[in-house]
């Protein structure tokens, strides 16, 4: 059965109409106060979503305000300078987000004369814009009827139309697509789809739903044939990968600190960090040009990524002489490190500089 046919047989005889007045109702009612709700400025709307983007909303608040404080509007963004955009994002992680975002932002200003365009076609030619944040920047800050689906969104319609989909499938994202496209209001999509984010993020949850508060509990399939804890379907993902490195603090005769840029493609790409090497590479020595003296280990180190794990070993060393071959490292004043963007892997060495 082709992803249209099925997705109109999943909907077939389901009360859309009141669905779509209870969740709307309800949404308007209990909707959490948030910085990127006081408007629909597409701008605004299109920062606050990259930045949601598998990260929690409460961690992302204090980001999202700060941001705008630095760049207000889209001319001040794309004026700015990479490394102070990536030090504005410091922390917040997935740090493609943000030079994708800036350069989306530069091209709007120079080829939509700064107004972020109203279509799909012009706005999915957006970098980093995929088919869910521009349905939530096209839905939410110019009320027009386009799907924005995203983990939420397909938790609750799994559990909604009993869909047992495996939702991990991009297929199954394009079937959700086309389950809102056929539910959305077309009145208010605004509110019909951060409705279904709200309810994900409040009721719906991925544990232990709350289903007793949920407003449109009377629409829920899987709720009435008590399977709401066995959906949605998704397939385990792929065993992390870990990573060993020995990663340096090296401290020259001034007291400056050595620190590198990471390379402009990649993992943290532009980012700052204290200089690594595989720890099966490490006795060959990473610090290349430089005579140092050990001053032993201080700790040990653990990141998680989503696709994989960093484990540091982390060792402090005197520089002696001689000139560090590395690309794009630099003595700095211990002061001078907070000017640098690092990866959150690396602020957890910070205190370790003294």
Known sequence: MKREELALEIVKDFPAEDFRQNLIDWF?????????????????????????????????????????????????????????????????????????????????VAEYDSKVPDTVREIGSLKGVGPYTQGAILSIAYDLPVP?????????????????EDIAKQSTRKLFEELVSSLISSEDPSSFNQGLMELGAIVCTPKSPSCLLCPVQDHCRAFHKGIE????????????????????????????????KRPGKGLLANLWQYPMVLEEE????????????????????????????????????????????????????????????FPVSHQKIHPYVR
Request: hydrophobic share 35%.
């Open 282 to 341: 490490a006795e060959k020595g990473r610090l290349e040009g430089l005579k140092i003296e050990e001053k032993g280990m201080v700790d040990r180190i653990k990141h998680t990524f989503s696709h994989l794990i960093w484990e540091m070993e982390v060792h402090r060393v005197k520089v002696i002489s001689g000139t560090f071959n590395g690309e794009q490292g630099k003595f700095v004043t211990k002061n001078e490190l907070t000017v640098y963007p």
């Open 148 to 164: 924005a689906v995203d983990g939420n969104v397909m938790r609750v319609l799994s559990r909604i139309l009993l869909v047992d």
């Open 229 to 260: 804890n066995e959906l949605p379907v998704k397939s385990s993902k792929k065993t992390q990968k870990t990573i060993r490195y020995r990663t340096y603090i090296a401290e020259n005769e001034h007291g400056e600190i050595l620190i590198e």
């Open 28 to 108: 308007k009612k209990e909707q959490r106060t948030l910085p990127w709700r006081e408007n629909q400025d597409p701008y605004r709307v299109w920062v606050s979503e990259i930045m949601l983007q598998q990260t929690k909303v409460e961690t992302v608040i204090p980001y999202y305000e700060n941001f705008l404080r630095q760049f207000p509007t889209l001319e001040d963004l794309a004026s700015a300078d990479e490394q102070e955009v990536l030090k504005a994002w410091e922390g917040l992680g997935y740090y493609s987000r943000a030079r994708n975002l800036q350069t989306a932002v530069k091209e709007v």
